[in-house]
């Protein structure tokens, strides 16, 4: 069970949060698996350790850039080989021994992009982790 919290979008950044009624031990171990790769990246995505270097099937590709258990992983996110770097953070947060606050924040700032289609982007991500990897 997925409840959307919090969208707070600008042209620099998008925040996209949900409530998942999962312990965070669970939650992390979930997103580490290759259906949870796959659900926050897109198929063929795998996040690995700093400075390691990911790409989804569907071109976007990026890197890690910080990986700290139970609390945030953050990387770089491009949309097209042309498209400039923008940053993600997908943050965790303990609600209680069975509930598991996720949070995406992606900084944008001086890439031209859609930002509703971003928003559905992220709000899709969470949607697929809270449903299919968890």
Do not use: C
Not at 66 to 95: L, N
Not at 127 to 133: F, K, M
Request: aromatic share 6%.
């Amino acid at each position: 069970m997925s409840e959307l919290l919090v969208e707070e979008n600008t042209q620099d950044t998008t925040v996209v949060t949900r409530v998942v009624s999962h312990p965070i031990k669970q939650v992390w171990a979930a997103l580490l698996t290759p259906a949870g790769q796959a659900a926050l990246l897109g198929d063929g995505g795998a996040l690995g350790d700093k400075g390691d270097r990911w790409q989804a099937a569907d071109g976007t590709f990026g890197m890690t850039r910080s990986y700290h258990p139970m609390e945030e992983i953050r990387f770089s996110w491009h949309a097209r080989d042309d498209a400039p770097r923008t940053w993600v953070d997908v943050r965790f947060e303990k609600i209680d021994d069975t509930s598991t606050r996720l949070e995406i924040v992606h900084d944008h700032r001086g890439a031209e992009i859609d930002v509703p289609q971003v928003r559905a982007h992220w709000e899709a991500a969470l949607d697929r982790i809270a449903n299919d990897a968890l």
